[in-house]
């Protein structure tokens, strides 16, 4: 079945008659979209006024819809809206203030002459920005639109509706100021001096949509140089949601996952710190595969194996795949009992269905696997904690935790659940409290 991926509401004005509505949902039936939520506007002894979205494959079937509609008698589109872009209208983040100011002598406290001593305080002991200064709960989100979800190099100012989109998660899901820094450079190096003289004022540095293999350079030169988080969320967000669920699959159908190979298919920045994380939380034997031998050269270095993808199918218990190829995965190539990952968007390798059909016993696709569960409650805990650093095992206590929370239902949590991502922060600090990082990390 073809994805429904365009939003558009419709509002419109109909006869108030029996059946007026059920005409409509037909029309919208027959031209193979879909009908999402209905209010209604305005009720009248004539006619009635409904507001309803419009679930299409692309603007082009929207448009054959909406003709449709039109045709009808009686029936007036009074007004059409992309859902999306009203949502972005504006931008979706803004800065606010903490404090309110109500009387002149609250200038005095917030602004001069109040806060030169604050300055001065700063000065004689740069420590105490954490706790004076917004510094100690935000997040710099930086890029270069060098690789932006499905679209490949659209360039930071096209990036921006992406970093604001995880701001907002930052601050709904974990109460963090996630601020977006967009870098307008393709060059590494440029790349990372610019985040160096930026990063003062942030506690912690998340990296996103920078292209492979810049990514890794940028990531590794940063958390040598830098004494305060970096992490880039392509690599291990994913990473970690797609181990929570790997760890739930396994426990739902009586895998051992530690005792179990795991085969990752393609080694780009998901696909690697998949593998990488899988040999940190112990499975003992880890098969990747990919077009790239520089790139499978690099996670061999870490432990992994070379196989081929006939022969990592074929000795794999659990199968990730993050390749972007639909169909790469045969029906052929299933065996009986895999437990299989195809997390590609906005097509999989393999569709579950055919998976299981084939003998899997688990399949997912790449709406399993929503980083959001990671990242704002990761920066969470080391920004309480004030951890120089995220460490492995910090992202493998979270995969933990995702897996623990997960209904019965599903492999991972919902991301809405507020209770999820606490959750997750206190998984963050339990480690960084183990491994000795608090208050290693420096302004």
């Not at 009635?48 to 079937?61: C, G, K, M």
């Not at 109500?102 to 004689?124: M, N, S």
Request: aromatic content about 4%.
């Amino acid at each position: 079945m073809r994805k429904h991926s365009i939003d558009t509401n419709v509002i419109l004005r109909m006869p108030h008659r029996p059946g007026q509505l059920a005409r409509i949902a037909k029309v919208i039936g027959d031209a193979g979209g879909l009908l999402g939520e209905i209010d209604v506007l305005h009720y009248g002894e004539e006619n009635t006024v409904r507001d309803l979205i419009l679930e299409t494959a692309d603007e082009a079937h929207t448009e054959r819809v909406l003709a449709d509609i039109r045709a009808l008698e009686g029936v007036e589109i009074l007004e059409v809206k992309d859902s999306v872009f009203e949502k972005h209208r504006g931008g979706k983040i803004k800065m606010t203030s903490r404090v309110e100011i109500k009387q002149v002598i609250d200038l005095r406290y917030v602004y001069t002459p109040g806060v030169a001593r604050v300055c001065k305080a700063i000065e004689k002991d740069p420590h105490l920005a954490w706790d004076l200064t917004a510094i100690g709960n935000t997040v710099g989100i930086f890029t270069n639109g060098t690789r932006v979800l499905g679209l490949g190099n659209i360039g930071p100012l096209a990036s921006l509706p992406v970093m604001e989109g995880k701001s907002v998660l930052y601050d709904k899901f974990a109460n963090v100021s996630a601020v977006p820094m967009l870098i307008d450079t393709s060059d590494p190096d440029e790349f990372i001096e610019t985040v160096m003289r930026l990063a003062k004022g942030f506690g912690g540095i998340h990296l996103e949509d920078i292209r492979i293999p810049d990514c890794f350079k940028i990531e590794d030169e940063l958390k040598s140089r830098l004494k305060k988080p970096v992490m880039h969320d392509d690599q291990h967000g994913t990473a970690t949601v797609a181990l929570a669920a790997i760890l739930n699959a396994c426990k739902k159908n009586g895998v051992d996952p530690k005792a179990s190979k795991l085969g990752q298919i393609g080694l780009g920045a998901a696909g690697s710190a998949i593998a990488r994380l899988a040999l940190a939380y112990g499975m003992r034997d880890v098969l990747v595969t990919d077009l790239s031998q520089e790139a499978v050269a690099a996670v061999v270095k870490d432990g992994a194996r070379y196989a081929t993808l006939e022969d990592l199918m074929r000795e794999s218990d659990i199968v990730v795949a993050t390749t972007g190829r639909p169909g790469l995965i045969r029906p052929d190539m299933v065996r009986k009992g895999h437990v299989i990952l195809s997390l590609s968007n906005p097509e999989p390798e393999i569709s579950p269905s055919e998976a299981r059909k084939a003998g899997a016993v688990f399949a997912a696709d790449g709406r399993t696997v929503n980083n959001a569960l990671a990242y704002p409650g990761i920066f969470r805990g080391v920004l309480d904690t004030r951890s120089e650093k995220i460490t492995k095992e910090m992202f493998v206590a979270v995969a933990e935790t995702l897996a623990r929370l997960a209904p019965p239902e599903d492999v991972v949590p919902n991301p809405l659940d507020l209770t999820v991502h606490a959750a997750v922060a206190e998984a963050v600090r339990d480690v960084a409290r183990k491994q000795g990082l608090v208050g290693t990390a420096e302004v």
